[in-house]
């Protein structure tokens, strides 16, 4: 299988800390890859070295696109990584409250658009063409996560799930190949957290992309990964499918606990 993204040996200090240590991952084409752990075992630590927030102290990672080419992303700002084609949500939602849901998701287009200040000014054309383009593609998105009945509301008077589901849109915008997301069923109810699935699944066929998710429900994790990181303290202690995980003495000791597989 081709790979998509590929982390080797990364490490992240902070001062005498070291949350990550010699970690190495890879997603490939058309997986769903799952990093589990306990709370601080460094997985939102490993997002952001990954996505250009951290620089990591020590190894690399690596980004393909989609004609197979290998980019450092190392030291690269994570605007210059989506457009490369990776794209992220965060465990925390980041949302523009006062805009409204459509607005949201265009806002994800905008590495994606051509316009510069003049075009805006002037109205010409072809950034008349490139917005209506960015409406019609960002409302296609809201469809695809079901929210297209609340397209002119702001996003704060959306429903918990449907934040959760808002913001993935948004994400899917930058046209990623690549997506990474930080715990999208924290909070949601079962109901919420079986229609979450299917979207994950949906995107990942209808859109080819490759996912790597952080989640502590183990139920949607057995059921929707191909694969699975589990951490500990910063080090990644087992790999494997979830049924190699559900059986592995060390990650039931150190994370699963009996009664949760």
């Not at 601080?40 to 630590?45: I, L, W």
């Not at 930058?174 to 229609?195: C, I, R």
């Not at 490759?210 to 139920?219: N, T, Y």
């Amino acid at each position: 299988m081709k790979p998509v993204l590929e982390v080797t040996n990364l490490s992240q200090n902070f001062g005498g800390l070291r949350a990550l240590n010699d970690l190495s991952l890879t997603v490939g084409k058309g997986e769903i890859v799952a990093l589990i752990g306990p709370n601080g075992a460094g997985k939102t630590t490993f997002f952001n070295c990954v996505t250009g927030i951290y620089t990591p102290t020590e190894g690399q990672v690596y980004l393909y696109d989609n004609t197979g080419t290998k980019h450092l992303l190392n030291g690269r700002k994570p605007h210059r990584i989506t457009t490369l084609g990776m794209a992220r949500t965060f465990q925390n939602i980041r949302l523009f409250n006062e805009m409204t849901v459509l607005e949201n998701v265009m806002i994800g287009r905008y590495c994606r658009t051509c316009a510069g200040i003049i075009g805006a000014i002037l109205r010409d054309s072809k950034t008349r063409a490139e917005e209506q383009e960015s409406i019609d593609q960002s409302y296609a998105l809201l469809e695809l996560v079901k929210l297209q009945e609340f397209w002119n509301e702001t996003a704060d008077n959306l429903p918990y799930g449907a934040q959760r589901r808002l913001e993935i849109a948004r994400a899917l915008a930058t046209e990623p190949h690549m997506l990474l997301l930080d715990e999208p069923a924290a909070g949601m109810n079962p109901q919420e957290t079986n229609e979450l699935k299917e979207l994950v699944f949906s995107i990942r066929d209808e859109r080819q992309l490759s996912i790597l998710l952080i989640e502590h429900d183990m139920g949607m994790v057995m059921s929707i990964s191909d694969r699975i990181y589990v951490m500990e303290y910063g080090s990644c202690i087992a790999t494997g499918t979830p049924t190699e995980i559900r059986s592995n003495p060390r990650v039931i000791k150190a994370y699963l606990g009996e009664g949760d597989i």
